[in-house]
């Protein structure tokens, strides 16, 4: 099985608790074959946030190591 070819998208999700302590998790580990455009990763986090039942209203900040599919602008 050659994997060279095949990105991993790692979702991690980070809070805060009523008592204001940091949380982290990971959320999701997703094999991104063929290509990772905006789009290709935003398909993989929106089904991931559907299957975890979060709402994308309730999301207040995003984190990406600043490659450019996922800092473009809508």
Same mark, same amino acid.
């Given at each position: /099985? *050659? +994997?060279?070819?095949?990105?991993?998208?790692?979702? $991690? !999700?980070?809070?805060?608790?009523? *008592? $204001?302590?940091?949380?982290?998790?990971?959320?999701?580990?997703?094999?991104?074959? %063929?290509?990772?455009?905006?789009?290709? !990763? $935003?398909?993989? +986090? =929106?089904? /991931?946030?559907?299957? !975890?039942?979060? #709402?994308? *209203?309730? !999301?207040? %900040? +995003?984190?990406? *190591?600043? /490659?450019? =599919?996922?800092?473009? #602008? =809508?």
């Amino acid at each position: /099985c *050659d +994997v060279r070819d095949t990105a991993q998208l790692l979702i $991690f !999700l980070r809070g805060i608790t009523k *008592d $204001f302590e940091m949380t982290e998790e990971l959320a999701a580990m997703r094999s991104m074959k %063929g290509t990772t455009t905006g789009s290709d !990763l $935003f398909t993989e +986090v =929106n089904s /991931c946030m559907e299957k !975890l039942g979060l #709402k994308w *209203d309730k !999301l207040t %900040g +995003v984190t990406t *190591d600043g /490659c450019p =599919n996922m800092t473009g #602008k =809508n």
